[in-house]
């Protein structure tokens, strides 16, 4: 698999050091390899707090008991697709503290050390292929800039 999507990419996989504008839209969504490998990992590392069916926790908008927010949705409804790939990629592989920094604190964790970043990617590409054309055309805009 990471063959596959490994030449989907032309290596574009190592986007930590990446400018937003060398990485605007590279997730494999159409990609029927890239879905299915995103869809695997998903269900193995990301539906038991994401949910089965992307649609995250419940009052994922409000703190828990414990200050946390709870792991939102990741169908239409979230807010995933706000989202450029580059940051997508870099919540998915070093946890939401790292990337958000100033204190933030947050139950998602980085997986860097559990997935490849061809499995990050694919996870995303998953996610992306699953929302309706409507919200890929904004989330193309985010990843454009606009």
């Known amino acids: 698999m990471r063959h596959v999507i490994g030449g989907v990419f032309g290596g574009i996989v190592w986007l930590a050091g990446m400018t937003s504008a060398q990485a605007q839209g590279f997730l494999p969504w159409q990609d029927p390899a890239a879905v299915a490998r995103g869809t695997e990992v998903y269900g193995a590392h990301c539906a038991s707090c994401h949910g089965g069916a992307l649609e995250g926790q419940a009052n994922w ?3 828990g008991p414990d200050g946390l927010l709870p792991a939102p949705p990741h169908d239409a409804s979230g ?6 790939d580059t940051l997508l990629f870099q919540i998915t592989k070093y946890g939401s503290e790292a990337v958000v920094g100033g204190g933030y604190q947050s139950a ?7 997935l490849s970043d061809d499995d990050i990617v694919a996870v995303l590409a998953y996610l992306k ?7 890929r ?10």
Request: no cysteine; hydrophobic share 35%; charged share 15%.
């Open 61 to 63: 908008r409000s703190p």
């Open 79 to 84: 807010h995933t697709w706000h989202h450029a």
């Open 108 to 114: 998602m964790q980085g997986f860097g050390a559990v």
């Open 129 to 135: 292929s699953t929302w309706p054309p409507r919200v």
């Open 137 to 146: 055309e904004m989330h193309d805009r985010v990843n454009a800039g606009g």
